[in-house]
């Protein structure tokens, strides 16, 4: 039972490259998240999707771009990478809020460093 | 806007004392409270709600609405406690976003 799975776990960019990083949940979830881990701030939302082909904005979305094609699986792109979004990022998803207020299970991170 | 704040970064014990983390919340409505906790190279898992009033790991929090504060507590810490906790708010509605305090590390003294 994977839960949520993200990859990769390590990259390190250049700033002005791009890439996308892809979360994968099996727990048939419709709601899924992105958060940015720093030192001192805790976890901030980038992005979050409430169910397949939707998207909404959260605390820090600039820089940021998300889709959710499939319902099981919510990518995270960077367009033009900067040093300032060097971080730890975490995927999470939940079920549906119609069952109460369901906890979040999250992925184990990915690493980003630009450079 | 709701806001959770986590006064201590940095909250050291040794073993087998009491432990106390903080958290204060702002919401003007009926807010749900969890606590999250990290342990080195895990990923995050959620340690209790207060909606479930239960005691995972010998923790327990309770929602205090009259000081807007849900603070974690364990009468006896062990080493295996030591991780990062963060405290976070659901404001309801038909977003379950969360918002998440800034975190305490907790360091449990042999």
């Keep these: 039972n994977a839960g949520v799975t993200q990859t990769p776990k390590f990259r390190v960019l250049k700033t002005g490259q791009s890439m996308t990083l892809l979360c994968a949940q099996d727990m048939n979830h419709e709601y899924m998240y992105w958060y940015r881990q720093d030192p001192g701030m805790g976890l901030r939302l980038i992005h979050y999707s409430v169910g397949e082909g939707t998207t909404a904005k959260g605390e820090v979305p600039d820089g940021y771009n998300v889709s959710r094609l499939k319902k099981q699986n919510f990518l995270l792109g960077l367009e033009s990478a900067a040093p300032s979004q060097t971080s730890v990022y975490f995927c999470a998803s939940s079920l549906a809020g119609w069952y109460g207020n369901q906890p979040q299970h999250f992925g184990d991170g990915t690493r980003l460093s630009i450079l | ?110």
């Design chain 2, 1 to 110: 806007a709701q806001r959770v704040t986590q006064p201590e970064k940095l909250l050291s014990v040794f073993k087998g004392a009491p432990v106390e983390l903080k958290c204060n919340y702002s919401y003007s409505g009926s807010p749900e409270l969890f606590w999250y906790v990290q342990y080195s190279r895990q990923r995050l898992q959620l340690l209790l709600r207060h909606i479930s009033r239960e005691s995972i790991k010998g923790f327990t929090a309770d929602l205090n609405k009259g000081e807007t504060s849900f603070h974690l507590k364990k009468p006896f810490a062990q080493e295996e406690d030591s991780a990062m906790y963060y405290c976070a708010l659901h404001s309801g509605g038909s977003n379950y976003k969360l918002t998440f305090g800034k975190g305490t590390l907790l360091t449990v003294n042999p």
